[in-house]
């Protein structure tokens, strides 16, 4: 079974300061697939990066960067230069490739909330 | 171009009434998933549809829940004979294909049902 863990519930932090929120997966396939959404005060979630097991690549985009590491099955995400604009719950997931039919469901971590305080 | 809608936005319900959501996903994407998000167990996968066909219902959590898809577009979560602890946020996210691989989800803002 997948299983995703999001060992920080809730993160404050001031703005401008950098903020890394943790992603720990458990999965017993070789191919799989990480994502991050985003959920702000709004509600939508929103797409942030979807990765697979194949690409350990650490990837950048803009202020977010992402660090992926099959040794420690951790698919870490942090923040640069924080804004309160970044205040949100920030949920990590995982999906698997041959697990049948269940494959193409998102298992998402319990969500860490993110406060940036001006 | 316009996003997942759900309706209603809320939707509060006397225990043991029968409701419907409804959401309308992005035109031309054939997967559809419903999930459901409450406090005590974030964000829970219920069922996916391809196309009108729905190949995994392992998330449904009870002979309660059922959903369809009709004409590859608007699906409808019913929840039959409502308890309390059915109250929660139901999701909706499509996305072109079924293929975690190549197509992200894309969610809609979700439907807070309340069970009163």
């Known amino acids: 079974a997948q299983k995703v863990t999001q060992a920080q519930t809730e993160i404050s932090v001031v703005e401008k300061e950098d903020v890394t929120l943790d992603c720990v997966y458990e999965?017993?396939?070789?191919?799989?697939?990480l994502f991050w959404y985003k959920q702000p005060p709004s509600g939508e979630l929103v797409f942030l990066i979807r990765?697979?097991?194949?690409?350990?690549q650490n990837e950048i985009s803009g202020r977010y960067s992402w660090n992926f590491q099959k040794s420690t099955s951790s698919f870490n995400f942090t923040i640069t230069a924080s804004q309160v604009v970044d205040s949100a719950v920030y949920f990590c997931a995982l999906s698997e490739r041959y697990s049948g039919a269940g494959s193409y469901q998102l298992t998402f971590g319990k969500g860490t909330k993110l406060s940036v305080i001006p | 171009g316009a996003g997942v809608s759900q309706s209603p936005s809320n939707k509060v319900t006397e225990k043991g009434k029968d409701v419907e959501l409804r959401c309308d996903p992005i035109?031309?994407?054939?997967?559809l998933y419903w999930y459901r998000q409450s406090l005590g167990q974030g964000l829970e996968f219920l069922i996916y549809f391809q196309g009108n066909s729905a190949p995994d219902k392992s998330g449904l959590p009870s002979d309660r829940f059922s959903a369809e898809r009709t004409g590859g577009s608007v699906s409808t979560l019913t929840i039959q004979r409502t308890q309390q602890e059915d109250s929660a946020v139901y999701l909706c996210?499509?996305?072109?294909?079924?293929?975690?691989?190549?197509?992200?989800?894309?969610f809609g803002p979700g439907t807070r049902l309340t069970v009163t």
């Open positions: 996210a499509s996305s072109l294909d079924a293929s975690p691989n190549s197509y992200e989800q894309y």
């Open positions: 035109s031309g994407h054939t997967a």
């Open positions: 999965t017993r396939d070789t191919t799989y697939y």
């Open positions: 990765r697979n097991s194949f690409d350990e």
